[in-house]
């Protein structure tokens, strides 16, 4: 195993982790630039959701399950949020390749903090979501989909300080099955349909039993998308802040899992 020094593995400086993650996002983000074509593709399937799922969506639950707004305004939301957790949650799949590949170990032989390794793999996820969120809803504007430009943008940022958290997460469960690939894949897809579906993303949450209206309460994501939902319809309130903390919550619990799974690894 690499021998790091004890400073950069303790306590290393803000403005090292800041430096750190920079070289890593945009070490992770050569790939996607040298291949665009794949960011543009993966729009398609947001897109067919909105477009195929959207009016069934509508025509099966009915308008006032969506609070008056229009069917569009109100699923738009859910569907960026998806892309999100979709991304940023099958990070660790990419450091399993690297693992395979020894990638990793020439990486660990840096002085790079531990947390800039999640930090900007995880930024690298958010970075093209920017991109497709600001795409989708300005092709969606034909269609009745009302565009807040600065709302949306804080709903962005917000995902992306969640996706900070569960990417760090989706990278330390990449550690701990090291070399046992099903076992990420078996947890990463037994959370992630029960978290999207608590959530209301796909549908609202109000049409379901009480049981289900219970468990969606401790679920972080469920706060998020209530966020996403209001800011996308121009709002700034309770549910907006209560999704920022989600978020750092998550983001938070993440970077301490992550760099602790991290420096057990390397230990």
């Known amino acids: 195993m690499?021998?790091?020094?004890?400073?950069?593995l303790e306590k290393p400086g803000l403005v090292q982790i800041?430096?750190?993650?920079?070289?890593?996002?945009?070490?992770?983000?050569?790939?996607?630039?040298?291949?665009?074509?794949?960011?543009?593709f993966s729009l398609l399937q947001p897109l067919v959701f909105l477009g195929l799922f959207g009016p069934l969506l509508g025509a099966a639950v009915g308008a006032p399950a969506f609070g008056g707004q229009s069917t569009l305004q109100w699923f738009l939301p859910g569907v960026v949020?998806?892309?999100?957790?979709?991304?940023?949650?099958?990070?660790?799949?990419?450091?399993?390749?690297?693992?395979?590949?020894?990638?990793?170990?020439?990486?660990?032989?840096?002085p790079l903090s531990r947390s800039s390794l999640?930090?900007?793999?995880?930024?690298?996820?958010?970075?093209?979501?920017?991109?497709?969120?600001?795409?989708?809803a300005l092709v969606c504007i034909p269609f009745g989909f009302v565009f807040y430009p600065l709302h949306v943008l804080f709903g962005l940022v917000i995902l992306g300080i969640f996706g900070i958290g569960l990417g760090a997460l989706s990278y330390a469960l990449a550690l701990v099955s090291q070399n046992k690939e099903w076992i990420f894949w078996g947890v990463q897809q037994t959370l992630l349909f029960p978290l999207m579906i608590l959530s209301g993303i796909m549908l609202p949450i109000e049409a379901g039993p009480d049981w289900m209206k219970t468990a969606s309460l401790f679920n972080p994501l469920t706060y998020l998308v209530n966020a996403e939902r209001e800011l996308f319809a121009g709002g700034v309130g309770t549910?907006?802040?209560?999704?920022?903390?989600?978020?750092?919550?998550?983001?938070?619990?993440?970077?301490?899992?992550?760099?602790?799974?991290?420096?057990?690894?390397?230990?």
Do not use: C
Not at 90 to 106: K, P, V
């Open 2 to 8: 690499a021998v790091h020094s004890t400073e950069v």
């Open 18 to 40: 800041l430096n750190d993650t920079r070289f890593v996002f945009w070490r992770e983000m050569l790939l996607p630039l040298r291949d665009p074509f794949s960011l543009v």
């Open 81 to 110: 949020v998806m892309i999100a957790l979709f991304g940023t949650s099958m990070t660790g799949s990419n450091l399993q390749y690297e693992l395979m590949t020894g990638s990793y170990e020439r990486i660990l032989a840096t």
């Open 118 to 136: 999640m930090i900007g793999r995880a930024l690298k996820e958010w970075a093209p979501l920017v991109v497709q969120g600001l795409l989708i």
């Open 239 to 267: 549910d907006t802040l209560l999704g920022l903390l989600a978020a750092s919550v998550t983001a938070a619990v993440g970077l301490v899992v992550g760099v602790r799974t991290i420096n057990r690894n390397i230990s």
